[in-house]
């Protein structure tokens, strides 16, 4: 399967603790996003990369998380003293250059209890 | 907050076409319709999109009325795989895109 792929699938914490999750975009894609869903919401815009470059951030975006993506490919998504309010699906999506439709992960799924 | 308005939810016979409505009344010239769904557990789904004409692909149909206030998507022979909360967005790229709560879209056996 060449999508883009996420892992963990389903990460549960406890309050306080550091999580990280990957996405790995499809292959030549060169945006890369990030989004966070809650239960009965649509997914809500967290940040977007082109290529190594994080070109936005959504003040949803605490200083408590931080994303990257090193080498223009894969990304990380960490989240530092996890709360509560956290629990949600963290959903990462990819576009090919010159091509605005999105391609999204299965999402991860973070609990924290 | 979102620029298009959807109703919360809808049902339709297996089989019928399933005709999804959305509002945008304030959408910018720049901006394209974008129809994306959600099948429960997986991450959204792209389906289609247009600026001003109808577009048809292997999944569905867009329908933009003239003024681009509004349009349909269309599902024309609906299956219970069809099931789903289908997202319409307003979006140009130099933008985020906002997602609504979408139209929770039953197909009924």
């Known amino acids: 399967d060449t999508g883009v792929s996420q892992n963990p699938r389903h990460k549960i914490t406890k309050r306080g603790q550091n999580v990280t999750f990957r996405c790995d975009p499809i292959s030549e894609h060169n945006r890369l996003y990030w989004y966070r869903q809650t239960l009965g919401q649509g997914p809500e815009f967290l940040t977007y990369f082109q290529n190594e470059a994080q070109l936005e951030k959504s003040r949803l975006l605490s200083d408590r998380f931080s994303a990257e993506r090193p080498k223009g490919s894969f990304s990380t998504l960490e989240i530092q003293r996890t709360e509560q309010g956290d629990s949600a699906m963290y959903l990462c999506a990819s576009s090919f250059p010159g091509e605005d439709k999105q391609y999204f992960g299965p999402g991860t799924r973070l609990t924290v209890t | 907050d979102a620029k298009t308005t959807q109703p919360t939810s809808m049902d339709c016979a297996e089989g019928r076409a399933a005709n999804l409505p959305c509002n945008h009344s304030?959408?910018?010239?720049?901006?394209?319709v974008y129809w994306y769904r959600q099948i429960h557990s997986q991450g959204p789904q792209y389906i289609i999109h247009?600026?001003?004409n109808n577009e048809t692909n292997e999944m569905a149909s867009l329908i933009i009325t003239e003024d681009r206030k509004s349009s349909t998507l269309i599902l024309p022979h609906a299956t219970l795989r069809d099931t789903a909360v289908y997202y319409c967005?307003?979006?140009?790229?130099?933008?985020?895109?906002?997602f609504g709560k979408g139209t929770r879209l039953h197909i009924l056996p």
């Open positions: 967005i307003a979006w140009n790229r130099d933008d985020k895109i906002i």
């Open positions: 247009g600026l001003k």
């Open positions: 304030t959408i910018s010239g720049n901006e394209y």
